[in-house]
């Protein structure tokens, strides 16, 4: 029999070298990814673990944390151990342009709304996408949309209603309204019509038809930090667990709603003798080659993505324009001077008004309406920028705060809210501001097919609510609740409208 100084002895040993067996190769990890970056300064945090990157994205301001760590460290900062952030506009366009080697990292996979299938935006494999671009960009840019501008003409027409029949202040009567629910109400309900000829008829009903936003708002920060934060990612790549948080399409509100909608919808079409023959965005896909399954992922991502991003910039916009006297009676006095020809500004009109695109690039340019990281992966043999070497198989996300706020490309005064240096701005400097705008939809083979949809609902948008009413912040010590995940949680902003009695 052993005897006790010989036991513990050995228990002592097993104890140490249990010990070993898991600090060394944890130890090692750290190190061997710390040492990976070392050149490329950040939070100290972010140089050894996620714990960073997980606060950045609970932090419900993740904009403004990427933005002063830009800010900070530099065009190139360490937010993890394998993830830098860049705020330099040329490296966006370099890793997105058409033949570069750069590859689009899992934070994309991240972005799908049905738990087996990828949809244009998540799908990761480059040749795949490519295909699936080429199917789509079509009917993503409303080229293949019959009446498109009727469609929109027609929600803006209801929206102007629903506020004339609800909302109107006057001197004795004060009727609040919650102008960031009734944008987003006017975006759904445009995207959902276009998508597959049927409005979701939030406007009409004045209500959350089915609780999407109520669903959304709690649905999206969370998908989106899965996304981001590297364990948590590779968390939801098993099964069991993506099925229990995902929607589904047997859920009666919110987005599993969406799904069972637009998959009954595909359903329907795909059994008709001419599937093709509806001239709506998923006539457009199925015209293309698209099958039923497809058909349904790409209008749900196209209403998901684009009512969203364009209701976050017109309300923004529209922040803005209120609480800065000079530009709200400018870009009045420019509606007022212009002539249209029908009930409803058309798209082309509307470009010809200076002062208005001035109003919406500037508006966009400030409050950046999807900020996630977009992190792409450097090719296997790395890459070299400005003299630094990035080691092949690093993340590199991009910070649109710091983007869009350049001192180098809009001026010092980047971070106040003026249209005007959009027709002030001549030659190369404009160009490159444009440039640098454009970089909010993307760029290359990652830009957003969907861009000119966007930009004709704001056009309209913009021109008819400035057109025809006053619009006063209720609270301006208060004005919304604005919360940054990457997408845009925007509620409470509580807006005084009256008819202007200039209006014709």
Known sequence: MASLPLLLETAFTAHYVLILVVFLPTAWHTWASYSKLADFKGPLLARFS???LTSAMSSK???????????????????????????????????????????????????????????????????????????????????????LEAMIDSHVIELMNLIRRKYLSDGSTFRPMDFARKSAFFTMDVITDIAFGRSWGCLIADDDVFKWFESLEIIMPN????????????????PFLKKLVAPSEKDKIGPGKLIAVAKEIAQKRFAEENPGRHRDMMG????????????ASEAILQI?????????????????????????????SEIDSSVTSGAIISDV???????????????????????????????PEGDTINGRFLPGGTLIGKSDWAIQRSKAIYGEDSTIFKPERWLEARGEPLEKMERTLG???????????????????LNKVFFELFKNFDITIADPSNPWKSLNYGLWVQKDMFVKITQRKMSY
């Open 284 to 295: 457009s896909f199925i015209r293309h080659g698209i099958n039923p399954t497809n058909a």
């Open 50 to 52: 996620s714990l960073w």
């Open 349 to 379: 009109e509307a470009r010809q008004l200076p002062y208005l695109q001035a109003v919406i690039r500037e508006g966009a340019r400030m409050w950046v309406p999807a900020t996630g990281l977009a992190s792409k992966v450097v090719p």
């Open 223 to 238: 998908a989106i930090k899965a996304s981001t934060i590297p364990w948590l990612s590779s968390l939801f790549d098993i």
């Open 304 to 332: 998901i993505a684009g009512g969203d991003t364009t209701a976050t910039t017109i309300r923004a916009t529209t922040l803005f324009v209120i609480t800065n006297p000079q530009v709200y009676s400018t870009l009045q």
């Open 439 to 457: 970089l909010i939809w993307g760029h290359g083979k990652n830009s957003c097919l969907g861009k000119n949809i966007a930009w004709i609902e």
């Open 61 to 147: 301001r993740a904009n403004l944390q990427f933005y002063e760590v830009s800010q900070k460290y530099g065009d190139l900062a360490r937010i993890g151990p394998n993830t830098l952030l860049t705020s330099d506009p040329e490296m966006i366009i370099r890793m997105s342009s058409a033949r570069s080697r750069y590859t689009r990292s899992r934070w994309y996979s991240g972005q799908k709304l049905e738990v087996d299938h990828d949809n244009l935006f998540s799908t990761i494999d480059e040749a795949t996408h490519s295909k699936k671009r080429a199917q789509l960009a079509t009917g993503y840019s409303g080229k293949d949309i019959d009446g």
